[in-house]
């Protein structure tokens, strides 16, 4: 992105001294938030902040988090929107762990406010279809049926500081619930991006996700009637819910553009993405671009027990690593750099089918 306008020499100072400050925030966090803990594993809530809903960061295993922009920056490194040029929309849907009737609905927008800033909306919908309702007395269900639903908004602002930073924070509203019982959180996001090099073709990011006080459930669902001996009056026994943490990340990625004539472009990218709640894993990606028009893209995520079997304790993870994806993108006015894309994305896992995510986007 071309951005003509310059900074005074002292708020330059002050932002390399912010970017400073947040690197070394990040190396020295506490320990329980670097260090990727597998015995922790399935302690965190809230874990569908970890899934990214988004098809075109997904092609390549999300190894683009230093390079990516506009609205899908917004889950995962959110200075990136700050590269919307005016506005972008996005509709996904993902078809999770195929076969297991799970899908996940995305939309948002970014639009450019002020000379360098941006505003940003995402709601992601995870929806588990509907799922037979069963009792001690009847447990072959006959009573009807439930729909548990996962909803995170998340809302946004990024802004180019200069030329070569950019950086942005997230809002994220959390809800999590079924017909009688229910949780609501909030987390933020923070992230940064460093664009460098003779053609601005050296990429650099960090970003810390799913910042927040701890979540708890509450309703009449964890209630019920019951006798007490001696007692001929039925009491209402509610029974307390143990508050649960949110997965924390921290995401470092880099990235390089190897450019070439005819507007061809090939991308190598890589994330380090250390879990609080679950094993670290590093990422590695490829993005082909052929004049913008058609993008194809692979990337692999490796953990511990990433090659294991499904059965073995140190597989704790569906997913196999592979993600491959394409994007088919038609200018529709070349004057104000309009256009509209198709993208689609592909993840391997163990004993479904994948899952698949197709988008439609639209910039103007």
Known sequence: ?????????????????????????????????????KDRSGQAGASELLINPWARSTGWGNAGMSRIRGLEAIWGNVAGTAFTKKTEAIFAHTNWLKGSDVNIFAFGFTQKVGE???????IMSMNFGEIPITTPSYPDGGLGTFSPNLLNINMSYAKAFSNSIYAGFVLKLI???????????VAIDAGIQYLTGADENIHFGITLKNIGPTMKFSGDG???????????TQFTIEQ???AFELPTQLVIGTAYDFL??????????GSFISNSFTNDQITVGGEFSL????????????EEGIWSEIEEADKINVSKGLSAGLSVQVPLNKANGSSFAIDYSYRDTDHFS???TIGARISF
Do not use: C, W
């Open 1 to 37: 992105m071309n951005r003509e306008f310059e900074i005074p020499m002292n708020m330059k100072t002050l932002y390399r001294y912010l970017i400073v400050a947040a690197l070394m925030v990040a190396v020295s966090a506490p320990q329980h938030i670097l260090a990727g803990n």
């Open 116 to 122: 360098s800033g941006a505003l940003g909306l995402g």
């Open 175 to 185: 809800s999590e619930s079924i017909s009688d019982v229910s949780a609501q959180g």
């Open 222 to 232: 964890l209630s019920l009637r019951a006798f007490i001996p001696g007692q001929e």
């Open 240 to 242: 307390r819910s143990e």
């Open 260 to 269: 070439f004539p005819a507007d061809y472009r090939f991308t190598l990218a």
């Open 291 to 302: 004049k913008d028009y058609v993008m194809l893209r692979a990337g692999y995520t490796y």
């Open 354 to 356: 994948g899952n698949h």
